[in-house]
């Protein structure tokens, strides 16, 4: 009876042994198959973080010419207002010669009213 009580634990021993090595070997491959997720992740990031960093370089450079643009408008706007305030302040100067220049009667006879040459500077236009 000692005998095949032996033989029993040396057959439990040896299958709780069977079991710990399959075990281990299943660990061990659950280990290789997360750490290749891990490296297949960590190169995503990588991946992503270039991504962002060329996106936001290009973000840059898009607003570096929306700038420029912006100053380029905002120059051509002011030199269209200088020069149409110089049209207007010939067509004054000429208005006012042609108007020194009347006899009083052209002057009653003249029923069209006066043109006000002003301008109004619109900074919204700007923006």
Same mark, same amino acid.
């Given at each position: 009876?000692? @005998?095949?009580?032996?033989?029993?634990? #040396?057959?439990? *021993?040896?299958?709780? #042994?069977?079991?710990?090595?399959?075990?281990?070997?299943?660990? !061990?491959?659950?280990?290789?198959?997360? /750490?290749?997720?891990?490296? !297949?992740?960590?190169?995503?990031?990588?991946?992503?973080?270039?991504?962002?960093?060329?996106?936001?370089?290009?973000?840059?450079?898009?607003?570096? @010419?929306?700038?420029?643009?912006?100053?380029?408008?905002?120059? @051509?706007?002011?030199?269209?207002? @200088?020069?149409?305030?110089? *049209?207007?302040? #010939?067509?004054?100067?000429?208005?006012?010669?042609?108007?020194?220049? !009347?006899?009083?009667? /052209?002057?009653?006879?003249?029923?069209?009213?006066?043109?006000?040459?002003?301008? #109004?500077?619109?900074?919204?236009?700007?923006?």
């Amino acid at each position: 009876m000692a @005998e095949s009580l032996e033989q029993s634990i #040396v057959s439990l *021993l040896e299958e709780h #042994v069977e079991l710990a090595v399959s075990t281990v070997q299943e660990l !061990r491959a659950n280990k290789l198959e997360l /750490e290749a997720e891990i490296a !297949r992740l960590n190169s995503d990031v990588v991946q992503r973080d270039a991504h962002i960093q060329e996106l936001e370089q290009r973000n840059s450079r898009l607003e570096e @010419e929306l700038n420029l643009e912006r100053l380029a408008i905002s120059q @051509e706007r002011a030199d269209v207002r @200088e020069r149409l305030e110089g *049209l207007m302040n #010939v067509l004054a100067s000429s208005h006012e010669a042609v108007a020194e220049a !009347r006899t009083p009667l /052209e002057m009653e006879a003249d029923t069209h009213p006066e043109i006000d040459f002003t301008t #109004v500077r619109n900074d919204e236009d700007e923006i």
